[in-house]
């Protein structure tokens, strides 16, 4: 057993703990959002945009002698194509092999349809399970309590919390009991790791969220961003070629922008917080392709860390 020392004296020891926590939600329910302050630092991308996140990622923070993987997964929602299902699919293989389930909701929605469907497949979730309310700060007291009493009698949930994943409200406090329930164990990753995304994959999820930012409701969600090459130079920068895959050619033309202003802007905005992460100069390219029907194509959904065996 892994020990770590306590501040009180040099000679005592107590023993680590490190497991996983799955958060699951809706659709824009804030699983990235609070994934980042968890952490305490941008490992998971965050838009508007419904279903952003795509794959499973991990984000691992550190609190005391425990280590807690938080496995950010896709919104549940709907399925209707092959890339919809293997999200949802991915989502729920993600709860089933976590040590602890944080059910994600969104207080100003409330219980929908979603939600719903969430709560009807939480039964054949065996692990602990723990509600957190986000976006508190949008809803009056009474309907948040109205609100986690009716959630409650719906599912059995070892504790519930109330948080903003915006502000930070609650989150320390949630940080700390997850903490306390993680399994007695060595820590699985190295103590300054944050992500176990490859470098070029999340300088990929970047590049897709300043794409969707830019865009909003003009480009259709089944665009997505690879990484081509990561090119380490003489003087210590990185130079970056990455291609944005879209599905029709009326698509590429709207990444574009009329003489290309659009695609300068995302490519700017993507070099600046790339520069900031690697703590380096970044020179990145950005390409346009046509890739039709991508969101149907079982090898490439399977390279994306999409799962298509499962049923949804």
Same mark, same amino acid.
């Given at each position: 057993?892994?020990?770590?020392?306590?501040?009180?004296?040099?000679?005592?020891?107590?023993?680590?703990?490190?497991?996983?926590?799955? !958060?699951?939600?809706? =659709?824009?329910?804030?699983?990235?959002?609070?994934?980042?302050?968890?952490?305490?630092?941008?490992?998971?991308?965050?838009?508007?945009? &419904?279903?952003?996140?795509?794959? +499973? @990622?991990?984000?691992?923070?550190?609190?005391?002698?425990? $280590? #807690?993987?938080? #496995?950010?997964?896709?919104?549940?929602? $709907?399925?209707?194509?092959?890339?919809?299902?293997?999200?949802?699919?991915?989502?729920?293989?993600?709860?089933?092999?976590?040590? +602890?389930?944080?059910?994600?909701?969104?207080?100003?929605?409330?219980?929908? %349809?979603?939600?719903?469907?969430?709560?009807?497949?939480?039964?054949?979730?065996?692990? =602990?399970?723990?509600?957190?309310?986000? /976006?508190?700060?949008?809803?009056?007291?009474?309907?948040?309590?109205?609100?986690?009493?009716? !959630?409650?009698?719906?599912? /059995?949930?070892?504790?519930?919390?109330?948080?903003?994943?915006?502000?930070?409200?609650?989150?320390?406090?949630?940080?700390?009991?997850?903490? %306390?329930?993680?399994?007695?164990?060595?820590?699985?990753?190295?103590?300054?790791?944050?992500?176990? !995304?490859?470098?070029?994959?999340? *300088?990929? %999820?970047?590049?897709?969220?300043?794409?969707?930012?830019?865009?909003?409701?003009?480009?259709?969600?089944?665009?997505?961003?690879?990484?081509?090459?990561? /090119?380490?130079?003489?003087?210590?920068?990185?130079?970056?070629?990455?291609?944005?895959?879209?599905?029709?050619?009326?698509?590429?033309?709207?990444?574009?922008?009329?003489?290309?202003?659009?695609? /300068?802007?995302?490519? @700017? *905005?993507?070099?600046?917080?790339?520069?900031?992460?690697?703590?380096?100069? &970044?020179?990145?390219?950005?390409? &346009?392709?046509?890739?039709?029907?991508?969101?149907?194509? =079982?090898?490439?959904?399977?390279? @994306?860390?999409?799962? !298509?065996?499962?049923?949804?």
């Amino acid at each position: 057993m892994t020990e770590v020392e306590t501040n009180s004296t040099p000679e005592a020891t107590v023993p680590t703990q490190a497991g996983f926590v799955a !958060l699951i939600g809706a =659709p824009n329910a804030g699983k990235s959002t609070l994934l980042n302050q968890l952490v305490g630092a941008k490992v998971s991308i965050v838009s508007h945009k &419904v279903q952003t996140t795509r794959a +499973i @990622m991990r984000g691992i923070a550190i609190k005391g002698p425990s $280590q #807690v993987i938080f #496995v950010d997964t896709p919104g549940i929602f $709907q399925p209707k194509r092959t890339l919809d299902r293997a999200m949802v699919n991915t989502a729920w293989g993600g709860a089933s092999d976590a040590d +602890i389930v944080a059910v994600l909701i969104d207080a100003k929605r409330g219980i929908g %349809e979603e939600v719903t469907r969430i709560f009807d497949k939480l039964a054949d979730i065996r692990h =602990p399970k723990i509600l957190i309310i986000n /976006k508190i700060d949008t809803v009056k007291r009474d309907s948040l309590l109205a609100l986690a009493a009716d !959630l409650n009698a719906r599912a /059995k949930f070892e504790a519930t919390f109330m948080v903003s994943a915006l502000n930070g409200s609650g989150v320390e406090d949630l940080m700390g009991w997850l903490a %306390e329930q993680v399994p007695v164990g060595p820590w699985l990753y190295p103590e300054d790791q944050i992500s176990d !995304l490859p470098m070029r994959m999340l *300088a990929a %999820e970047i590049t897709r969220e300043k794409l969707f930012l830019r865009l909003h409701d003009e480009l259709p969600y089944s665009s997505t961003v690879e990484t081509e090459q990561w /090119k380490e130079m003489k003087d210590g920068s990185a130079r970056l070629e990455q291609t944005i895959y879209v599905e029709r050619d009326s698509q590429k033309k709207i990444v574009l922008g009329k003489d290309g202003q659009t695609i /300068k802007a995302i490519s @700017m *905005a993507a070099r600046k917080e790339l520069t900031d992460i690697v703590e380096r100069p &970044v020179h990145l390219f950005l390409f &346009v392709k046509v890739r039709e029907n991508w969101a149907e194509d =079982p090898e490439r959904l399977r390279e @994306m860390g999409l799962d !298509l065996t499962l049923k949804s």
